[in-house]
């Protein structure tokens, strides 16, 4: 699992805390902090949905986990704006 490369494409969506992270060298810092809260989000959906839906195809409950966890962390994230979001074409 790529953990790292998730996160960086979640903050790579909020161009200001991209650009004050990189500008004051807290990027990769940053990066691997999320990183592995974003694992240990993942392996704790993981257990919680495999005791939810005893003998599911464990792919599928890992996918839907790391759907959850990421959801959890881009809540979390700073509050700048994704890119895209709050534009109107």
Do not use: C, F
Request: proline letters at 7%; glycine letters at 4%; aromatic letters at 4%.
């Amino acid at each position: 699992m790529q953990y790292k490369t998730i996160v960086l494409e979640l903050i790579q969506d909020r161009p200001e805390l991209y650009e004050q992270l990189r500008s004051t060298k807290r990027l990769l810092p940053a990066m691997d902090a999320y990183a592995i809260e974003l694992k240990d989000s993942h392996d704790a959906w993981k257990d919680q949905l495999n005791q939810a839906k005893p003998g599911s195809d464990p792919r599928q409950i890992a996918a839907e986990a790391l759907e959850l966890a990421i959801e959890n962390l881009q809540a979390r994230l700073p509050s700048a704006s994704p890119r895209g979001q709050g534009q109107r074409a």
